[in-house]
């Protein structure tokens, strides 16, 4: 599969997943989200779009989004996401989505010595969490990806 087909077939399977999300309603209206990776944007937008009354608040290392995409200053978290993520342990989150991988072994091997924990430690019993990551930790129960999401694409659990 070339790099392009991997990207969208990403995209493709994430989105489905959120969309999974606001159909099964899985989150209430009242549920804070984290947005872990804002990049540019584009994921932050259709959660806003999804979940319009909920607070969403975003975790990168720098701004890069587009200023359409950016979320207010107080919930737009800068800094190194393994250390400012560690506020949300314990605050019953609602929804966590993470979309930090980066396609080189070696990297996405140091992010998942803390995101898996950091993840599980922010989330409320019933939470779910997606993740372009696999997200391998005894708090974290797998749920099936539903139609539209390929395997390896992304990942979808439940904090029990």
Do not use: C
């Not at 991997?6 to 549920?31: T, Y």
């Not at 430690?121 to 993740?131: C, D, I, R, Y």
């Not at 099936?144 to 395997?151: H, I, R, T, W």
């Amino acid at each position: 599969m070339s790099r392009l087909d991997g990207f969208i077939s990403r995209m493709h399977s994430q989105r489905a997943v959120l969309n999974h999300i606001k159909e099964a309603s899985m989150i209430a209206p009242d549920g804070v989200i984290l947005e872990i990776g804002l990049g540019n944007g584009r994921t932050y937008d259709h959660i806003r779009e999804l979940f319009p009354n909920n607070r969403i608040i975003a975790f990168d290392r720098a701004v890069g989004s587009h200023p359409d995409s950016t979320p207010p200053e107080a919930d737009l978290i800068l800094g190194d996401i393994k250390e400012t993520i560690a506020q949300f342990a314990g605050k019953g989150i609602a929804f966590a989505n993470a979309d930090i991988g980066t396609a080189y072994p070696e990297k996405d091997a140091k992010t998942l010595t803390w995101l898996p924990q950091s993840i599980a430690s922010a989330l409320k019993t019933g939470g779910v969490a997606a993740s372009g990551l696999p997200l391998d930790h005894p708090d974290l129960e797998p749920l099936p990806l539903p139609a539209g999401a390929d395997p390896g694409r992304t990942y979808f659990y439940r904090k029990r």
